[in-house]
């Protein structure tokens, strides 16, 4: 059974940092493009950041551009996004994917071309 588990949400001030882990587990996804998505209370799930099999490329949103940083261990099979400078706004419900297929790029996963979803982890950013 394919599992993506998201760790390391929780509460911080403005200005603060977290980080994320991503934990794949039942295949390797060293192959495959991943990614960061996220959902606020009353709007809809919207991309944050991937980066492809090697991390090699990136592609981030540019509402976090500069503030967030993604990479991976592919050896862990397991992916990171560092979050810097936090808003109120970063406030949501992270959640992990995994590109539908090992032909999808950055792009194609911003454009929602997931194949699997982790549960989520919950940020809440205080001002």
């Known amino acids: 059974q394919v599992q993506l588990v998201e760790s390391g949400g929780g509460l911080v001030q403005g200005g603060g940092s977290l980080r994320l882990s991503c934990a794949a587990s039942?295949?390797?996804?060293?192959?495959?493009?991943m990614g960061w998505f996220r959902q606020a209370p009353g709007k809809e799930r919207e991309f944050v950041a991937a980066?492809?099999?090697?991390?090699?490329?990136?592609y981030y949103a540019d509402s976090v551009k500069g503030r967030f940083t993604i990479s991976r261990d592919n050896a862990k099979n397991t992916v990171y996004l560092q979050m810097n400078s936090l808003k109120p706004e970063d406030t949501a419900v992270y959640y992990c994917a995994a590109a539908a297929t090992s032909q999808h790029s950055v792009r194609t996963m911003a454009d929602g071309f997931v194949g699997y979803w982790g549960q989520g982890t919950q940020v809440t950013v205080s001002s």
């Open positions: 039942g295949r390797s996804f060293s192959s495959y493009a």
């Open positions: 980066l492809n099999w090697s991390g090699g490329s990136t």
